[in-house]
């Protein structure tokens, strides 16, 4: 996220959330946020899930959470995640029209072969259209 701040400085939100299932992570991100100036009240660490977790408070209009982020990025979070397409599908839903979502470089290690995001979305595609 510091990597991310120097492009984007933390004036350019009202709030910024990371989210992460493992309580120890959570307890590092919070300890740096804690040290960091200007960080707390804008930077919340949420031990959750990416594949659910919506954001507390909400501007969309029915309260929920969807469509009402301007952000959300990735990074090798996703590796992390085995049902990684569903939060990058949550994380769709949860943003604004004409926002974006920022994916970092993403490798799955398969049968002995590296496969691409691309990849797997194509296999994952054509599962569902088998399923149909």
């Keep these: 996220m510091q990597s991310m701040l120097s492009y ?8 910024i959330y990371v989210v992460d299932l493992a309580a120890p992570l959570c307890e590092q991100a919070q300890r740096k946020v804690d040290t960091l ?12 899930d990416a594949t659910t977790f919506v954001p507390p408070t909400s501007s969309s209009p029915e309260g929920s959470g969807l469509g009402s982020v301007d ?3 990735f990074s090798y979070s996703l590796s992390m995640m085995p049902p990684f ?30 496969k691409s995001t691309r990849d797997v979305s194509k296999e ?9």
């Design 124 to 132: 994952r595609t054509q599962k569902l259209k088998k399923g149909m």
């Design 85 to 114: 397409l569903d939060a990058v599908d949550h994380a769709a839903a949860l943003l604004k029209p004409g926002t974006g979502c920022v994916l970092f470089r993403f490798l799955f290690f398969c049968s002995g072969r590296e």
């Design 71 to 73: 952000l959300v990025t």
């Design 37 to 48: 100036p200007g960080w707390k009240g804008v930077v919340h660490v949420v031990h959750g």
């Design 8 to 15: 984007l400085p933390l004036e350019c939100f009202r709030a």
